[in-house]
């Protein structure tokens, strides 16, 4: 099969369109051939357990999933009764980006709180934290958190806790959504482990496709009480590979070594060097009219262009509108952005906005 497009191409649209890392991509060869038992039941899924339990802890469990949607809907269907409610952000990626998935297929409500930087706080989860025992409300029944958030913002490892300990005091039960759970850690300069199992959280969704897997995300159970009868949610809601092997070799290629955290911190830095070029140019008059709405911790950049500006720009890269009505945009950086990418995306903004 001849290549389809061009291998120089780069754009800011998402980190999804990254290709797969190399290392990545030898761990599914090296996964390949011979036999191995279907459905998890193969020694790649039971490396993948040791690997996990180095970061999470002796007691948690991973299973392995397609995408990060199956992730959180599998995890949160799994912590929740029928009646079941989850509090999360309003631009919780469960809320906004799933096309509705955790409300129809997993079953439960979700009760959105209205945060200008995509964080909850105990007294935000406790807007929506009432009406236990009203046969009327939806139960809540979990908080879900986001790290990093989808504005690109971060929870400390003590926000975190506070928020965990609050939950767990209203009978609660801590979800993380951590599709970007690597790019967070490598921006706070944490563990894993710290940021999750110490801080008091019980289930979370770990993240491969975003940090240059090819389709690999897990679910991690670090509180065994927290997550009923995930086996068979997984299963019936079509999130178990009949070849896991591929799936778990992935996530062992990221993260038994630090290939995970390289890859992070080189994505931070990239989106950190293209915000310090775009504000360079702001000061020396190069660039005009570009406004960033807010701070830059991991491997995204929000900003509000000059009318016009966004589609001169798209002629050449691709990135997303955030909030069109505003000409707020998101420029997300990935494993594979090269110095090179961010200087010719810098010029471009800085002829488009002044040309």
């Not at 469960?94 to 997993?106: L, M």
């Not at 790290?147 to 939950?167: N, R």
């Not at 997984?234 to 993260?255: C, D, E, G, N, P």
Request: charged share 20%; hydrophobic share 45%; aromatic share 8%.
């Amino acid at each position: 099969m001849k290549t389809e497009h061009d291998l120089n191409e780069r754009g800011f649209a998402s980190d999804n369109y990254a290709g797969v890392h190399p290392d990545v991509m030898a761990a599914l060869v090296a996964a390949n051939g011979g036999h191995q038992v279907a459905y998890g039941a193969d020694v790649y899924t039971a490396r993948l357990q040791e690997v996990m339990a180095r970061h999470f802890g002796d007691d948690v469990e991973a299973f392995p999933v397609f995408n990060g949607t199956g992730a959180n809907v599998v995890g949160l269907q799994a912590m929740l009764p029928r009646w079941g409610a989850v509090i999360a952000a309003t631009t919780a990626h469960i809320n906004v980006d799933e096309g509705g998935a955790p409300e129809r297929v997993g079953g439960f409500k979700i009760l959105n709180v209205v945060t200008p930087d995509g964080k909850l706080t105990p007294e935000l989860v406790d807007t929506e934290a009432w009406g236990f025992g009203d046969e009327h409300r939806a139960q809540p029944g979990v908080v879900s958190i986001t790290q990093s958030t989808e504005l690109g913002t971060l929870y400390t490892v003590k926000e975190i806790k506070a928020l965990a300990d609050h939950a767990h005091s209203l009978g609660l039960k801590l979800h993380l959504d951590g599709s970007r759970l690597s790019n967070a850690a490598a921006a706070l300069g944490v563990s894993l482990r710290e940021m999750t199992t110490d801080a008091g959280v019980d289930v979370l969704s770990l993240g491969g496709t975003k940090n240059g897997a090819m389709l690999a995300e897990a679910v991690v159970v670090i509180n065994p009480e927290a997550a009923e009868g995930l086996p068979y949610v997984r299963k019936y809601t079509m999130q178990l590979s009949s070849k896991m092997r591929f799936v778990a070799a992935q996530l062992i290629a990221l993260y038994e070594g630090e290939l995970w955290l390289e890859n992070a911190r080189h994505a931070n830095a990239m989106a950190r060097r293209l915000r310090d070029g775009v504000e360079a140019g702001l000061a020396d008059g190069s660039i005009k009219g570009v406004e960033f709405t807010q701070d830059t911790y991991v491997n995204g950049n929000f900003a509000v262009l000059p009318e016009g500006v966004a589609d001169v720009l798209r002629e050449k890269f691709r990135f997303y509108d955030w909030d069109a009505a505003r000409r707020e945009v998101r420029w997300m950086c990935s494993f594979d952005t090269s110095e090179t990418d961010v200087g010719a995306f810098v010029a471009a903004i800085a002829e488009a906005t002044t040309g």
